[in-house]
């Protein structure tokens, strides 16, 4: 791979990310209906439990014990949605398949909602057990820790997936 195409890839990835994670994180209602509600739903159906609005936080609450489950603007995953779409189109930048661009926005849609309720059910889990061990002033370390590897782990396999893809197609097609 030439290093102008990883240049043109990278420079695609960081010219997304400048534009749209400042505008992406002002866009409350996307932020509420786009991603914070779908992913509650999501959580609420695994879970078998509903999903009520709460008003007081533009939010959403799953009623489950031992604790239930607040999904509020800031659990939107919007900034790693940017993020996941912005390397992928770096991705198909570099490898020169520049149709495929197009395909990335539902992609890193669906992964972000798949991501993000994985990261709720999996923080919930580990608070769930955290709270009777560690001190209630740590709970947030556990809570982000646990979201963090989510996302870096759901962000790795879509990467892995495509960039085989992409690097299997170009192959096909020149041989």
């Known amino acids: ?15 997304i990310l400048v534009v749209s994670l400042p505008v992406c994180t002002r866009l409350e209602t996307v932020r509420r209906l786009g991603f914070c509600m779908p992913s509650a739903t999501f959580v609420a159906s695994l879970l078998g439990m509903p ?7 533009g939010g959403y609450m799953i009623p489950i014990m031992p604790m239930p489950i607040h999904v509020v603007l800031e659990c939107s995953a919007i900034r790693y949605f940017c993020i996941t779409v ?3 189109v770096g991705l198909c930048v570099e490898r020169r398949r520049i149709g495929m661009v ?3 926005l539902p992609l890193a849609y669906v992964v972000t909602l798949v991501a993000n309720t994985a990261r709720i059910i999996c ?4 608070q769930c057990l955290a709270v009777n061990i560690m001190p209630a002033k740590n709970l947030g ?15 790795i396999i879509v990467y892995s997936l ?3 893809s992409l690097s299997h197609e170009h192959s096909e097609i020149v041989a």
């Open 141 to 155: 370390a556990v809570h982000m820790s646990v979201g963090a590897a989510c996302f870096i782990i759901f962000l």
């Open 86 to 88: 912005a390397i992928l």
């Open 51 to 57: 999903c009520l609005a709460e008003p007081s936080s």
């Open 162 to 164: 495509m960039e085989r």
């Open 1 to 15: 791979m030439s290093n102008r195409k990883m240049i043109a890839g990278a420079l695609a990835t960081a010219m």
């Open 123 to 126: 923080g919930w889990q580990a």
């Open 102 to 104: 197009l395909f990335m």
